[in-house]
């Protein structure tokens, strides 16, 4: 099955501990990006990639970290986490850029529910 | 920089009534225009796309309409179900394609 999938689905942690949410498709996709939700503010992007070795940042990308070593794991990494990183979190996976034509659909993961106390 | 506005929530309808909600936006150039929905526990999921000015997305009986002169990509349906409650996100593309501007979302609630 084609799928994007993130670990953990729930996290709590305290303030300053590093800590790492995976994300992994299936789908040979070349692009990869992480968002995050918050109420009333909608997604922002974290950070993207276009391809292996390839990142970039997003709107919102303080406090943040990736990597993109293989082609099928974007990992998002908080060295130093914060209560004001408390949120939901999504990876997604596109097989081309968002804004080209054909088949540039994301596909988003079931989501990272993560608490900074 | 670029930006999208939609219209707050919640939206309540009966089944079977005329759904519209409200986007526009602000960006330089010419972004693709997307509408994503969020059922609950869910991730987002694309609904329709609209690549250039004029062009008409649909899915699901969903429609929008990408209207350049207005900075507008609201979405429609003519009869909504129970089933189409969810969060609906309207988004947009930079010119190079590289990221997704999310508005705050509206969330639809349609009762039986």
């Known amino acids: 099955e084609a799928q994007v999938t993130q670990n953990p689905r729930y996290l709590i942690t305290v303030t300053g501990k590093k800590l790492t949410v995976t994300c992994s498709q299936n789908?040979?996709?070349?692009?990869m990006s992480w968002y995050r939700q918050d109420p009333g503010l909608g997604l922002r992007q974290i950070y993207y990639s276009m391809n292996v070795e390839v990142t970039d940042k997003g709107d919102v990308p303080e406090g943040y970290k990736v990597s993109r070593k293989e082609k099928r794991n974007f990992p998002l990494i908080l060295e130093s986490p914060s209560p004001n990183q408390t949120s939901l979190y999504f990876c997604a996976s596109s097989l081309r850029r968002v804004g080209t034509s054909g088949s540039n659909e994301q596909f988003f993961g079931p989501g990272t529910r993560l608490t900074v106390l | 920089g670029n930006s999208v506005t939609q219209m707050e929530g919640p939206v309540t309808l009966s089944e079977e009534a005329f759904l519209t909600i409200n986007c526009t936006y602000t960006a330089t150039g010419y972004p693709s225009l997307f509408w994503y929905v969020q059922y609950p526990g869910e991730g987002l999921q694309l609904l329709l796309k609209a690549t250039k000015a004029d062009d008409k997305g649909s899915n699901k009986g969903f429609e929008a309409t990408y209207r350049k002169e207005t900075t507008s990509f609201h979405l429609e349906k003519g009869s909504v179900q129970v089933s189409d409650s969810a969060v609906y996100f309207c988004?947009?593309?930079?010119?190079?394609?590289?990221?997704?501007?999310f508005g705050g979302g509206t969330r639809l609630m349609v009762k039986p």
């Open positions: 789908m040979n996709h070349e692009y």
């Open positions: 988004a947009l593309s930079d010119n190079a394609g590289n990221m997704l501007t």
